[in-house]
């Protein structure tokens, strides 16, 4: 049971993760984001993937100090190294924005 409910909670944050990573860099194929003459669809979905990580950061930490059990609490503190891996990542994949 613990497995599918930690690669479960994982889903949530693998899945928009690669989708948003994927639509940072795949160029200027897609409409921009903003007016002017400016594309601003990096920093939105720049912005847009740290909020999805800190959001499920968030989630992972409240999850971790509501859990009763010794197993529940080693998951959701794996469940929140990765997230905090994945933020770093999400740092190195956004270049452009800072």
């Known amino acids: 049971m613990n497995s599918t409910k930690f690669i479960l909670k994982l889903f949530f944050l693998i899945v928009p993760f690669i989708i948003l990573s994927l639509v940072l860099h795949d160029g200027g194929s897609g409409g921009s984001i903003g007016g002017g003459g400016y594309d ?3 920093l939105v979905y720049g912005l847009l993937l740290f909020a999805v990580v800190i959001i499920w950061l968030i989630w992972m ?3 971790y100090s509501i859990s009763k059990n010794a ?5 959701h503190l794996k469940l929140l190294l990765i997230g905090l891996t994945a933020l770093v990542a999400a740092w190195f994949i956004t270049p452009r924005m800072f």
């Open 40 to 42: 601003l669809s990096g």
């Open 61 to 63: 930490l409240i999850s």
């Open 71 to 75: 197993t529940d609490k080693k998951l």
